[in-house]
Structure formats: C-alpha cells, structure tokens
C-alpha cells in the first residue's frame, strides 16, 4: 500500500484498482500506486501512448480520440474520487496522462522538445499557478480534476511557444 493510500476513506491498493473499470482508468493501469511521484509516473505513460497513435492517425483524428480520452477520464476520476473519499486523490493520474497526451500533441516531434515539454508540464501541474486551484475547486468532481490538469498542459505550452517563436 502507497503512503498516501490512506487520504480518504478507502485505501488506493491493487485489490481497489481491479474492483472496477473506471478505478483502472483513473489510477493509471496502476501508475497511481506508485508511492513516489504518481503524478509524474501518469504523465510519463503520455509518451508510449503518443508515440503509437500520433503517427497512424491524422491530428482531427488524434484530437477526437484524445477529447473521448479526456471524457472517460472525467467519469472515471468522478466514480473513483467518490469510491476512494477524495475527491482528488493523489493516486488518481488519469489526468497527467491525458494532460500531457494534449501537450506532445502541441510539441515539435523531436526528443528535446518533448522533454522540455513533459518538464514545463509537470512543473506547471505541481506549482499550479492561477486560477488552477480555483477552477478545480469551482468545477469539482472528475471535471474538475481533469480541467485543473488541462490548464496546466496549456501553461506548460505558453513558455514553448514563446521559445518557439522568439529564439528559434
């Protein structure tokens, strides 16, 4: 069992992930359960993920599978925040993955930039700058876990662009 395991009033283990589709979903396949830095460990799953579908499916294409991805995770993150008794649980990491499937989507196709991007990401989703918090808090639930993660995808891409534009 995870350090956090205990947040809310269920503990997030492997006998709680296999209960339940939307729980396997929402923790990541098990990415969650990772006592140290889930958040980053679902963010990484963004990579494997992106690398097989990106280059077989046209960007509208990409972007539909991805807002079906995002839809899933709202009533997934929804179901397990209520199964587990927190709403945001640290182990529930759909959101990074997601998040951050988002932001490679944006990011020059070379290995540098995806991982400046993955960087700015998870540093925009730890430090959450305004209204992150506050949209969280105001949506609540799976929407409001997976759009706190959306804003910080499109912060992480502002200081991309930026470099983009203005040194390159």
Request: hydrophobic share 55%; charged share 15%; aromatic share 14%.
């Amino acid at each position: 069992m995870t350090t956090f395991a205990k947040l809310g009033t269920t503990p997030a283990n492997w006998s709680f992930m296999t209960g339940h589709p939307a729980r396997l979903v929402a923790l990541s396949f098990g990415l969650g359960l990772i006592p140290l830095a889930p958040g980053t460990f679902g963010a990484l799953l963004a990579f494997p993920l992106f690398w097989a579908l990106a280059p077989s499916l046209t960007p509208w294409t990409f972007l539909g599978l991805w807002l079906a991805l995002a839809m899933v995770g709202v009533a997934a993150c929804e179901r397990t925040g209520r199964d587990l008794g927190a709403p945001d649980h640290p182990a529930m990491v759909w959101d990074e993955t997601v998040a951050f499937l988002l932001v490679l989507f944006f990011t020059p196709d070379e290995p540098r930039w995806q991982v400046w991007a993955f960087m700015a990401f998870r540093f925009m989703d730890i430090v959450k700058p305004p209204p992150i918090r506050a949209l969280e808090r105001r949506l609540g639930g799976g929407l409001g876990v997976m759009a706190d993660d959306l804003l910080a995808a499109f912060y992480a891409l502002l200081p991309l662009a930026a470099w983009k534009t203005w040194v390159m």
